[in-house]
T-cell receptor, first 116, second 112 residues
Framework: AQKVTQAQTEISVVEKEDVTLDCVYE???????LFWYKQPPSGELVFLIR??????QNEISGRYSWNFQKSTSSFNFTITASQVVDSAVYFC?????????????FGQGTELSVKP | DAGVIQSPRHEVTEMGQEVTLRCKPI?????LFWYRQTMMRGLELLIY????????DSGMPEDRFSAKMPNASFSTLKIQPSEPRDSAVYFC??????????FGPGTRLTVL
């Protein structure tokens, strides 16, 4: 069975602080994809990143960075120098199989609040 | 590209009424997913289609829920009869290669 765990329900930081959102996944499949989505207060789900199980390179996109470690089944997300606009609920998700349009299994989400 | 289109954006109905949610996926994508989001259960998959064929409907809560995809550009999710516990935000997602999914804006359903 597949499962995604986001142990942090809520995080509150002050603007310009760095913050890391944790994600731990479970799957017996060797081919899978990991995702992060952002859900701002307006409610839409915004795709942030996709990572496949064969690529453990960390990725950086502006203030965002992702650390994928298969050894610990983790795919953590770090926001550097957080801003108020980063306030949202962030979801980590898992999809198994390759290019099969597989379903996403979501974690429970982490609500990030960035205060000015 | 208009992205995934869902309608209506908000729906308020009374218990027992039929509700139909609509989705137009991104042109060229061959997978379509219906998710439901509630405070209690988070985001959960209801059903998904590949090339218009239902692949996995194990998440459909009960027989009151049904989904169709008559062609590559349209899908419906129907609840009949609706109940207050069906109140949620329903998302449609369009599936691209490499398992990537793009979500519509959602339909907020309130059943009184």
């Amino acid at each position: 069975a597949q499962k995604v765990t986001q142990a942090q329900t809520e995080i509150s930081v002050v603007e310009k602080e760095d913050v890391t959102l944790d994600c731990v996944y479970e799957t017996r499949d060797t081919t899978y994809y990991l995702f992060w989505y952002k859900q701002p207060p307006s409610g839409e789900l915004v795709f942030l990143i996709r990572r496949n199980s064969f690529d453990e390179q960390n990725e950086i996109s502006g203030r965002y960075s992702w650390n994928f470690q298969k050894s610990t089944s983790s795919f953590n997300f770090t926001i550097t120098a957080s801003q108020v606009v980063d306030s949202a609920v962030y979801f980590c998700a898992l999809s198994v199989g390759y290019n099969q349009g597989g379903k996403l299994i979501f974690g429970q989400g982490t609500e990030l609040s960035v205060k000015p | 590209d208009a992205g995934v289109i869902q309608s209506p954006r908000h729906e308020v109905t009374e218990m027992g009424q039929e509700v139909t949610l609509r989705c137009k996926p991104i042109s060229g994508h061959n997978s379509l997913f219906w998710y439901r989001q509630t405070m209690m259960r988070g985001l959960e998959l209801l059903i998904y289609f590949n090339n218009n064929v239902p692949i996995d409907d194990s998440g459909m809560p009960e027989d009151r829920f049904s989904a169709k995809m008559p062609n590559a550009s349209f899908s419906t999710l129907k609840i009949q009869p609706s109940e207050p516990r069906d109140s949620a935000v329903y998302f449609c997602a369009s599936g691209a290669p490499l398992n990537e999914q793009f979500f519509g804006p959602g339909t907020r359903l309130t059943v009184l």
